[in-house]
């Protein structure tokens, strides 16, 4: 399989392919252990069930060589996906199945992966165990070897329909055994799978280039070469595709750091800021994902709900802390801290421009008495709606310097009597569901802030 040069991960994409990265690095954990005996055995059965149906008899020398030494080549060009990598076997596998017994192939495949794996397990920079994951790879062999053996023919004397019949099998063999394995093992869903059986059509594609050299081959062994020059072409793709997927789970990291460094800096300049927006976090994720928030969006959430008072680092303590109400002078300097913060995360750059948006808004209001751009209604962005909310719920239910934290029935009728005028009703309703759950669960920090953040469980995080 070849996955194209234009992926572009999603954040959960993201989290699992430095999961994925990490695990490279070790060895077979426990559920990989489970998953990968599973498809071996069945991949024994399967191969000796078809040596008793097809046996295998003689074949040309040159042209399997040729056929062998390019899959394993083949399986070198490896591009990254967020629960492996996937190859472009197909080059080399297609004449494979024109060059020897259909019996023999499978056990072709498991070889070349085993080959291709041990120069790093010799070098010790894999683990020994990853070399049994050579079985679990190579099931896409087995969908068109059995086509082939069931109907008694030949790879180079079937018609069309047989050949086209066999890569159908090739494909829905090699899917159904990487959702089994990838279920156990990372225990990855069926839908997060099908959005990857878009390969398949490229691997149809190169299966043509595979076929062409394939029908030739007997009577000219060395067109096998054909292949090399793009394989090497592919293999150079392949390495600046995972260059630049490091470069981003690096950039990524890098963003994710430095807001977790600006949340330390929030909460040791001043210790309740900190703590406060370490409460509204949860809280915001919970309601964030009731309303179906996609990834992205809750990523931004979650950091705008950590930072939405950084810039307050940027506002005289006494201000801060006083503990009585604020004059009209101080409270125009406190209103400039969405501001502050604003511009402090623009400048970190990257998707922290966006949280910054958030930061700027969440004390704008649904009826446009807020500020600073006296935004109305669905003007304002909706992770902001959701931080105000929850930041105005977390500021009730805490003890201020200037007031004691309210009963939640006193903060539970603040929180309605102000939905529509304050906050948006949508956020009202879903975060009023949240709190009142007979069975409420522990609101915890996504693993972007784990394991920053520890958020007090139950915790129901007037606005700050």
Known sequence: MLWGMWFKPDIDEQEVLADT??????????????????????????????????????FAVAPAVLSMVLLVLATNVRFDTPFGFTVATQLAFVPLLFAVPVAIVPIAVVAAFALTSLPNVLRRKQHPSRLLLAGGNSWFAIGPVAVFAVAGVAPSSASLMLLLGALGAQFLVDFAISTLRLGIAREADLATQLRDTWVYAVDAALSGVGLAVAQDMHARPAIELVVAPLLALLAMFARERHDRLQQLLELSNAYRGTALVLGDVVEADDAYTGEHSKGVVGLALAVGERLGLSAERRRNLEFGALLHDVGKIAIPKEIINKPGKLNPEEWTIIKTHTVEGQKLLDRVGGFMRDVGLIVRSHHERWDGAGYPDGLVGEAIPLEARIVTCCDSWNAMRTDRTYRKALPID????????????????????????????????????????????????????MTS
Request: aromatic share 4%.
């Open 21 to 58: 990265y990490l695990q490279n690095d070790a060895g077979i954990a426990a559920r990989d252990w489970l998953a990968e005996a599973i498809v071996g055995v069945g991949l024994v059965a399967a191969t000796i069930g078809l040596f008793v149906l097809r046996p295998p008899g003689g």
């Open 410 to 461: 006193v903060a539970l009728a603040e929180l309605k009597e102000n939905s529509g005028l304050q906050f948006d009703p949508q956020i009202v309703d879903a975060l009023v569901e949240i709190i009142e759950a007979p069975a409420e669960r522990p609101l915890e920090a996504s693993p972007a802030l784990r394991p920053n953040l520890a958020l007090a469980p139950g915790t129901a995080p």
